[in-house]
């Protein structure tokens, strides 16, 4: 059960095996901070708190955010271009939720 | 900080239970605490880990970091863990990346959170049981509200 | 008295007046290398979300903004065009087109100025007119309003007794806390700006610079407003629409 969220996933379509891929992940969160201040309506902090990348019967790629991390977080990594196949990211919100998105890496 | 607090589009705003956050405050852990925890007795070398960010931050609110380790991400010797710490936000432990083999090459790119001009340090794990260490200043000129104050 | 804090503001910033009259330029030539080489790389760029929610708003509701227009592609083009007099006499910015669309064509309630979908829409529209060259009409009927908006853009304003020029042109280039001050154009908008950590309207914008000044701020979408829009796209009129911009 996991939900679809805005992300642009930028990816070459096309790579050779072996080569390794540049991928580029933006996705639409505010990353709630806590708030509890004198004279503030506390808010329960709400963040993206896990990024899992799946390609290729593996993990390739796991972030793990704080407060830290901007809003609408932005990451590179890279990959080794092993097989053709959907790259699953999947997106851990506290609370629970599990936002899902997938690209496709097409190798030769 | 926002004026607006919106909901995105297309969200499941009901199944995500507010209650369920109210865990995760702040750890109270400091920067020299998270450091020692990571490096659990080991001795970091000062070499390796190559840190990008601007040195004059525009806004503290996205900071780009990019963090590049040598490495030759075998599966024998590769590394296998990235630390990006603070020193001065509220959470000292700003995000960890898990990296295998098949990740290629050890760089990654993320935008940070600042409150104020600090240094950011970076520790890198590797399979064989380093640890490389890396350190960076930068100089903030507006600084994000990072405790939600 | 407002003369003398004006000057003291100014002097305290490190800011002189020019006496030289200040040629307008694009706000790109005024971002820092990096967020100038973010803001046209739309892999790094978050205003693009903006715009992919937008072009799927686009797609939706009955009927569709689609269903008339066709593809969003045809909407190139028209955001340089814009704030436009509407047939019934009326300067309608990107925004207020929209929803006249939205309440006359769709039979919906507005979106509201500054609702997420309105920005999204907006964004989404302006981005298919990226890099074409302003030029909005200013005879006819707009004519009045142009002269609306050089008005309320050379008078001086607030506590600090400044107008948008003593930034805008006698100081652009310089620096005013952490910024680089630009002609102060709205081409860039709507705009992702890392103060908001999101995309934000030109009114909004607006409204910064005015309290900047300690003035009464107006609302969003008051005519005043999209008045000072016409005039400000016609001094940006042969530059090139940046929307959506990323501005610190």
Known sequence: MAENILARITLPEQARKGEV?????IVRHPMERAVDAPGLRPVPRKILHTLRVTYAGAEVFRMEMS??????PYVEFTTVAVESGAMVFEWQEDGGTVYRREARLEVE | MSLHRRTLLALPLAAAAAGGAAAQSVTGESFAAAERAILAGRTPVAEGVTIAMPPLSENGNAVDLSVKVESPMTAEDHVSAIHILSELNPFPRVAHFALSPRAGRAEVTTRIRLATTQSIVVL????????????REVIVILGACVDGG | ???????????????????????????????????????????????????DEGEALWRRGDPSCQSCHGDIAGMAGVAARYPAVAQDGALLNLEGRIERCRTRHQGQPEFGYE???LL??????????????????VGGPAAAFLEQGRTLHETRQGQLNLACGQCHDDNAGRRLRGDVISNGLGTGFPAYRLEWNEVGSLHRRLRACQLGVRATQFELGAPEYTALELFLAHRARGLPVEAPGLRR
């Open chain 3, 115 to 117: 609702s997420e979908a």
């Open chain 3, 120 to 137: 999204s829409l907006t964004t989404a529209v302006a981005s298919r007119s990226r890099g074409l060259p302003m030029s909005v009409a």
């Open chain 1, 21 to 25: 891929v540049t991928v580029r992940v």
């Open chain 3, 1 to 51: 008295m407002k003369r003398a804090a004006s000057l003291a503001l100014l002097a305290g910033l490190g800011l002189a007046a020019l006496a030289v009259a200040a040629e307008v330029r694009p706000p790109q030539d005024y971002l820092s290398p990096a967020l100038r080489a973010q803001q046209d790389d739309p892999s790094r760029h978050p205003g693009w979300l903006w715009v």
């Open chain 2, 124 to 135: 890198a794990e590797t399979s064989t049981g380093r640890v490389h260490r890396g350190t």
């Open chain 1, 67 to 72: 407060p830290g991390i901007a809003a609408n």
